[in-house]
């Protein structure tokens, strides 16, 4: 089935450890993003792709780390730089970044600090 | 700034009752409109997609309504279904070029059919 794997569907992570989230789409689609979602606040934007082997911050960058060497994957890695990571992590992409194109979102991942 | 406003925030109807959602929006320049299903900790699924010059779109029970000059748009549930209790957001995409970064998302309306 064609779509947007996300792995792991939880995870936890301890103090000053780094965790690497997995994003894998099969829709042959360029752009590809990462957003956050905390409870009753809107997706942010971490970071988003265009193209392979460029990617550019969002909102809420600081923290996270992106790498876009595949067009099919996009890795996001939560460092110990971010503060407060526990939150759920929804991986997206489009066939473009253009305004017009249907965002398709996976089924998250959920990341908790312990 | 740019900002999505969702209205209610929370919402309980009985099964097979119709309902309304809103959202108002002061995104500039627009783009479109998108409203998004979100099961509980799931990814959004889209439901309609609108742009300036439509006013009305359908997709079976769900239709959607844009006002680009009051800004505001709605999304009516017909003949609701226990299936439907999921959280509705709002995205507008606006700004220079639109894009990845021109998307500005509402806080969603967690809506709960009860039976």
């Known amino acids: 089935d064609g779509g947007i794997t996300q792995s792991p569907k939880y995870l936890f992570r301890k103090e000053g450890q780094n965790v690497t989230l997995s994003c894998e789409q099969n829709?042959?689609?360029?752009?590809m993003y990462w957003y956050r979602q905390d409870p009753g606040q809107g997706l942010r934007l971490i970071y988003y792709?265009?193209?392979?082997?460029?990617?550019q911050k969002g909102d809420i960058a600081e923290g996270y780390s992106v790498s876009r060497e595949k067009k099919e994957s996009f890795p996001l890695t939560v460092t110990s730089a971010q503060k407060n990571p526990t939150a759920f992590y929804l991986c997206?992409?489009?066939?473009?970044?253009?305004?017009?194109?249907?965002?398709?979102f996976g089924e998250g991942s959920w990341l908790t600090v312990v | 700034k740019n900002q999505v406003e969702q209205s209610p925030q929370s919402l309980i109807i009985l099964e097979g009752k119709n309902c309304t959602l809103q959202?108002?929006?002061?995104?500039?320049?627009?783009?479109?409109l998108r409203w998004y299903k979100q099961d509980t900790g799931r990814g959004p699924v889209s439901l309609t997609i609108m742009t300036f010059s439509e006013n009305t779109k359908s997709n079976g029970r769900y239709t959607a309504t844009l006002d680009a000059d009051t800004k505001q748009s709605s999304l009516h549930i017909t003949a609701s279904q226990l299936s439907d209790s999921a959280s509705y957001i709002c995205?507008?995409?606006?700004?220079?070029?639109?894009?990845?970064?021109?998307?500005?998302f509402g806080k969603g309306t967690h809506l709960i059919i009860q039976p």
């Open positions: 959202c108002n929006y002061t995104v500039s320049p627009f783009s479109n």
């Open positions: 792709s265009q193209i392979v082997n460029d990617f």
């Open positions: 995205v507008v995409t606006g700004g220079a070029g639109g894009g990845a970064d021109g998307l500005t």
């Open positions: 829709l042959n689609h360029d752009a």
């Open positions: 997206a992409s489009s066939i473009g970044a253009r305004s017009g194109n249907t965002i398709y």
